[in-house]
């Protein structure tokens, strides 16, 4: 089992930033992989960015690229969300997701994911 909170969502302006973070806890299995996703109104849960947690690059969605960036500690098993140049699209309910099964390439849909966090909203006002 792996327990997610995610923490650092509230309000921001176009143009400023926010991080968010989401610690686990539990067992994660080292090949295991994570990923950021967000719901807005009227859209389905898009994913953010999405890592390994063995290491390598992420991956982003195209909308966020050079804009957010995603960085782990694993030491604290926490991994972060940097949102800059933010944008009022850019207001959801931001998840992180843990992908407990083995998989050789990142994957960004909702039900390849097992664990989920309770989400955290973030508003972006113009």
């Known amino acids: 089992q792996v327990q997610l909170v995610e923490t650092g969502g509230g309000f921001g302006q176009a143009g400023g930033s926010l991080r968010l973070s989401c610690a686990a806890s539990?067992?994660?299995?080292?090949?295991?992989?994570m990923c950021w996703f967000r719901r807005s109104p009227g859209r389905e849960r898009d994913f953010v960015p999405a890592?390994?947690?063995?290491?390598?690059?992420?991956r982003y969605l195209n909308e966020v690229k050079g804009r957010f960036t995603l960085a782990r500690d694993n030491a604290k098993d926490t991994v972060y969300l940097q949102m800059n140049s933010l944008k009022p699209e850019d207001t959801a309910v931001y998840y992180c997701?843990?992908?407990?099964?083995?998989?050789?390439?990142?994957?960004?849909?909702?039900?390849?994911?097992?664990?989920w966090g309770q989400g955290t909203q973030v508003t972006v006002s113009l």
């Open positions: 890592i390994f947690l063995s290491g390598g690059n992420p």
């Open positions: 997701a843990v992908r407990a099964r083995f998989t050789p390439v990142i994957r960004t849909g909702v039900n390849d994911y097992d664990y």
């Open positions: 539990g067992r994660a299995a080292s090949d295991a992989s």
